[in-house]
């Protein structure tokens, strides 16, 4: 099974800042790789495919990097409904799996 | 619009049964993969389970292999989890997913299984 780890556990960030979340696989999961955002009490939200392709209707302070074993979330310009957490997963192998997650408050 | 609607979820003791459905409308549901994924309370997520367009193919994640069933009827537009010898860990809100290549575009709002005596 492969393990995403997500760094750090929490971030804290200011309305207007530039946010950098980082997932780190355990062994190389090329491109394959998805982004989310979770707001208290809701469902995901699907964010990122592709390790960088923007999911339709997501906003272009979303932008996603990496390759491999490292990759990058990073928001431009941190707007008010942007708090939340975010996960990564990975889909290059079985069992599908999730990192643990980044809170951004 | 996509729309996922989950059901079926509740209280139940350990050893017992429970069977979730998710209805889906606004898309070609039998073009689709669809998946469920779990989330315990203040936990992250987990995938469970995924089932092909035409119900052929099915993984499964190993905590939950030879107890949960994942099925689908096309004819209805429905997706379906059976859950069986439920244990305490199963505990969860269980989402229904739409699963393109095996990430999830869209999600429900998900049904809370509780597992306890």
């Known amino acids: 099974e492969i393990v995403m780890t997500q760094s750090p556990a929490t971030l804290s960030v200011s309305p207007g800042e530039r946010a950098t979340l980082s997932c780190r696989a355990s062994q190389s999961v090329s491109s394959n790789l998805a982004w989310y955002q979770q707001k208290s009490g809701q469902a995901p939200r699907f964010l990122i495919y592709?390790?960088?392709i923007r999911a339709t209707g997501i906003p272009a302070r979303f932008s996603g990097s990496g390759s491999g074993t490292e990759f990058t979330l990073t928001i431009s310009s941190l707007q008010s409904e942007d708090f939340a957490v975010y996960y990564c997963?990975?889909?290059?192998?079985?069992?599908?799996?999730f990192g643990g997650g980044t809170k951004v408050e | 619009e996509v729309q996922l609607v989950e059901s079926g979820g509740g209280l139940v003791q350990p050893g017992g049964s429970l069977r979730l459905s998710c209805a889906a409308s606004g898309f070609t549901f039998s073009n689709y993969w669809m998946s469920w994924v779990r989330q315990a309370p203040g936990k992250g997520l987990e995938w469970v389970a995924n089932?092909?367009?035409?119900?052929?193919?099915?993984y499964y994640v190993d905590s939950v292999r030879g107890r949960f069933t994942i099925s689908r009827d096309n004819a209805k537009n429905s997706l379906y989890l059976q859950m069986n010898s439920l244990r305490a860990e199963d505990t969860a809100v269980y989402y229904c997913?739409?699963?393109?290549?095996?990430?999830?575009?869209?999600w429900g709002q998900g049904t809370l299984v509780t597992v306890s005596s």
């Open positions: 997963q990975q889909y290059n192998n079985w069992p599908l799996t």
């Open positions: 997913a739409r699963d393109t290549y095996r990430f999830f575009d869209y």
């Open positions: 089932i092909g367009e035409d119900g052929s193919e099915k």
């Open positions: 592709g390790a960088s």
